[in-house]
């Protein structure tokens, strides 16, 4: 066989290989994402250690090793560089911009499919401490039925807003935007027929996390549907798990395409590690509120909601949850 018949032949047997996880994944809503991303300004500062442009599975490796080691060279250019910044609010749009990149994981996307699966097809749902709108745009984009509500901080709320413009031109009314940041006493604004929370109660101290699970309580009716994926402690606190989990995410969004860079990687690796922002408490490690599977379920029963279903995610990283409203 000639070399480009050969050549051919690998590419087309590659292509029905991949072609499923490719179509997949190459969908239009991360190439718009990635047109819009390019647009923006890109996080970055004048580093001996890191590259702009791409970043390559190896290298979020190697990032990470540094990052979560305290006496890495990269590690101590981030403590610099992060408390500098740390002195400016808007640093945190850092945060938001990098960790974007969750986006492309596949395993990212494994959890807006369980969300998918167990949310109604239509209906008003609150996507609780949203971020820049991932998995909200991923469900209104998998059922057209549904409208979401963002809530967090304003600057995440504010990406969201202009990811879901660009995302869904002409549907304004499938999104609302709730700038707001829950606090113990928060009453939810609205009322929904359910709700997705991905990864947010484990930041939450325990009395805020009360106050969530009551707000929602108080705004869904009986048998109203709340997806939750979180964090559980028990798996968190084994060994270098925290790492291992975040560079799992890292190098198979990066290896899906990604738009980001060594920078993005290193910025959110610092935000998840505690690194970046070290310097707001003096120095000490972070210390999350972080709660065990128990906790979680007993938390969820006593304001108002049985556990419908409740399984392993992440490896055992985390726990999925879908939990009815029961009645009053
Ligand atoms: C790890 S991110 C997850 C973002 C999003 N749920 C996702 O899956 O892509 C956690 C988010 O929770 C938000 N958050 C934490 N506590 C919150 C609160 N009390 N009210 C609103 N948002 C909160 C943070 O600002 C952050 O955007």
Known sequence: MGRWKQKLTLFLSLWTIASPAALRWCNLHLARLSEQLAREPKVQWPSAHLKPGPV????????????????????????QIFSKKMENPDSLDDYFR??????????????????HEALPASGRFLDLGSGTGGLGGILAQEAPGRLITFMDKPLAVDTAR???????????????????YAGPKTRLFGNYDGALINHVLYTMPP???????????????????????EPVKEAVAEGDRHREW????????????APH???????????????????LRSGQDLELPLQTRAEQEALFERNGFEIVRSEPTYDGFSRFWVLRRKPN
């Open 98 to 115: 990098s960790y974007e990149v969750f986006y492309w994981s596949p395993l990212y996307r494994e959890i807006a499919d369980r969300m």
């Open 162 to 180: 202009s990811r879901m413009t660009k995302l869904f031109p002409g549907a304004p009314d499938r999104f609302e935007y709730i700038p707001f």
């Open 246 to 257: 975040m560079t799992r995410i890292l190098e198979t969004a990066v290896a899906n395409g």
């Open 261 to 279: 860079s060594e920078y993005d990687v290193a910025t959110i690796l610092a935000f998840a590690s505690g690194r970046a922002t070290k310097s």
């Open 207 to 229: 009395k805020r996390k009360e106050g969530a699970l009551a707000g929602l309580r108080d705004h869904i009716p009986a048998g109203g549907i709340v997806a939750i994926n």
């Open 56 to 79: 390559t599975p190896e290298r979020v490796r190697e990032i990470a090793a540094q990052v979560y080691d305290p006496n890495s060279p990269l590690g101590r250019e981030l403590d």
